[in-house]
């Protein structure tokens, strides 16, 4: 090989390893939290329902939506169009401050299968009060579930109501990126719940 086709070699060896860091380094690439959805099924309307909606109010401070059933089940006494739960989204920093507290109760630690093929993931939690809200034997004791949307900066062409654009493939959020993300933001452990059932087996 003479010396100007192996210099020709290190030059574009040199850029391919710089560009393959600035893509690292992309700010187009960094991944955030679009919203936080927080829901506590309750399965019937009445009492219930209205003190669920209130321990959410109480943590997001920001009113309630409830949800309707979408069919009726007998063996459980819902019928259609029945208010049987309550959700709120939540975005920004108290996104963030939810989110980390109900990691905290999990601590830190969620399943593969909590993670979706979109990039979303979510889990739940038994008992509200364990967010840091005081017991209150009139309310009495919910469980929670969180969901999460994560996004990349971009994301907001899919949205615009005129001309609206779409995300490429290589943009989207994979379940291996929202899980890395979920490792290295807040030092989390991800399980296996295939590796998990064969060691108590």
Known sequence: INAEYMGHLL???????????????NVMRDISV?????????????????RAAKVIEQLTGQSPVLSKARLTIRSFGIRRNEKIAVH???RGEK????LERGLKVKEYELKT??????????????EHIDLG??????????????????????FRVQNKRR??????KSHKISKFEA???FIKKYDGIVLDPKKIRKQDD
């Open 11 to 25: 030059s574009v060896y040199f850029f391919s390893a710089k560009m393959s860091q600035a893509k690292t380094k």
């Open 88 to 90: 709120c989204t939540v």
């Open 113 to 126: 299968t909590n993670f979706s093929r979109e990039g979303t993931f979510g889990f739940g939690i038994n």
């Open 163 to 168: 001309k609206p654009g779409k995300v490429g």
């Open 133 to 154: 809200i005081k017991y209150d034997p009139n309310t009495g004791i919910y469980g929670m579930d969180f969901f999460v949307v994560l996004k990349r900066p971009g």
């Open 34 to 50: 679009a919203k936080l959805v927080l829901n506590i099924s309750v399965g019937e309307s009445g009492d219930r329902l209205t």
């Open 95 to 98: 996104a963030e401050e939810l």
């Open 179 to 181: 899980m890395n993300w």
